[in-house]
């Protein structure tokens, strides 16, 4: 079996490179080691950047999205109660569409479906061969058979704990880690948001997430420290601690309900580099992973994947190196903008254990900081709509 650019993983980062490659005339393969509905079962993040929200319009897979999603002109910022809204089409004319990874995922696996791609799901034992030559392999097994595809490309966008990233020598990379000792407690409920657009909440007690996937369900998260387990918060206790965190107004018109699901998620930054160790190219969890506070993850993938369809079109269409050559260095540069405004996301609204008193005076003074100074405002808006890919 032959193709000219092999994807490992059918996730978001794994399906957009395929539309987009797909567009340009270039045979690619999907492999994917869980099965499709599995997929589709993972609750992940549900903010769009405006960019990644226009490129989903241009593949031709935006439809539900525009008729599902909700357009966001900016968000609630919250400390201890006080609340400030920042604008983002005021700041910077850009905004940001609620519409979860789940269904982009859905509408991109039917659009590749309709167009009679191959997409190879519970591939078993896939491994990666000869990736440091102009000949590379992909093995697996389905069904118990084994099976091989040959290729120009790999396309590692199988996530943090796929083959890919592993499948490059240690000495060939280099990794900046960063674990935070806490991590997010989420729960989704079958009830009306209690807002029009998100509340991001800081509170001595922890960080509050006021989100939503839809009109009529609502997502929210509490910061909780490392360790803490699903079995120890049963939903009233999870209410109560929303209720505390959040501003009273918000507070009170909270509708509760039964969780549809709950989950803890843990925090970390994290960055491999470079993107490319010979013909294959990491996109997506397999480069980076960011603290979802900045609303990032599902962003960067989307982004990663277009600056690597785009050189993967030079390639094939003007017999060119220079994209493929540049991928990795002009990725990161974004990447690491993105890293950035995570981390920093992160650190206005959370609690640490290390830093006391006088840390949480200076998110204080942060926070006062971005209520009287349009600059600063805009700097956010930004960022959480999404800076160029140039």
């Known amino acids: 079996m032959r193709t000219q650019v092999a994807i490992i993983g059918a996730g978001p980062a794994g399906l957009t490179l395929g539309c987009l490659l797909h567009r340009a005339g270039i045979d690619s393969v999907i492999l994917e080691r869980k099965s499709a509905d599995y997929v589709l079962s993972r609750i992940r993040a549900g903010v769009l950047e405006q960019g990644s929200a226009d490129l989903l319009d241009r593949l031709g897979v935006g439809r539900r999205m525009h008729a599902e999603g909700l357009v966001h002109h900016g968000i609630n910022l919250c400390f201890d109660g006080d609340t400030h809204y920042i604008n983002f089409t005021e700041r910077v004319g850009r905004q940001v569409m609620v519409y979860g990874q789940t269904e982009v995922t859905h509408d991109l696996m039917n659009h590749r479906e309709a167009a009679g791609l191959t997409t190879i799901y519970e591939a078993d034992e896939v491994a990666l061969h000869d990736i440091d030559t102009a000949r590379p392999r992909v093995t697996w097994r389905k069904d118990g058979v084994a099976q091989e595809l040959s290729c120009d490309f790999i396309a590692g966008c199988d996530g943090f704990h796929g083959v890919s990233r592993a499948s490059i020598p240690e000495r060939a990379l280099t990794v900046f880690d960063r674990h935070y000792p806490f991590g997010w407690l989420g729960i989704m409920v079958n009830r009306p948001p209690v807002a029009e657009e998100l509340i991001y909440a800081h509170h001595e007690r922890g960080f509050a997430l006021c989100s939503m996937r839809s009109p009529t369900r609502s997502r929210y998260y509490v910061q909780v420290p490392e360790g803490e387990r699903v079995e120890d918060w049963p939903d009233e206790r999870f209410w109560q601690e929303l209720r505390t965190r959040i501003n009273p107004e918000a507070a009170a018109q909270l509708q509760t309900g039964p969780s549809i699901e709950k989950s803890i998620a843990p925090l970390r930054s994290f960055v491999a580099e470079p993107l490319r160790f010979g013909a294959l190219f990491l996109a997506g969890d397999a480069a980076h992973i960011v603290p979802p506070t900045g609303a990032k993850g599902l962003n960067l993938a989307i982004s990663d994947v277009a600056m690597l369809g785009q050189a993967l079109?030079?390639?094939?269409?003007?017999?060119?190196n220079a994209g493929l050559d540049h991928y990795s260095q002009k990725a990161l540069a974004?990447?690491?903008?993105?890293?950035?405004?995570?981390?920093?996301?992160?650190?206005?609204?959370?609690?640490?254990?290390?830093?006391?008193?006088?840390?949480?005076?200076?998110?204080?003074?942060?926070?006062?900081?971005?209520?009287?100074?349009?600059?600063?405002?805009?700097?956010?808006a930004e960022n959480y709509t999404g800076l160029s890919l140039d």
């Open 334 to 380: 974004r990447i690491w903008k993105a890293e950035r405004f995570s981390w920093w996301m992160t650190s206005l609204l959370h609690t640490f254990p290390e830093t006391g008193a006088f840390g949480r005076r200076i998110q204080r003074a942060e926070f006062d900081y971005l209520r009287s100074s349009l600059v600063a405002q805009a700097s956010l």
């Open 313 to 320: 079109a030079e390639f094939y269409g003007e017999k060119s």
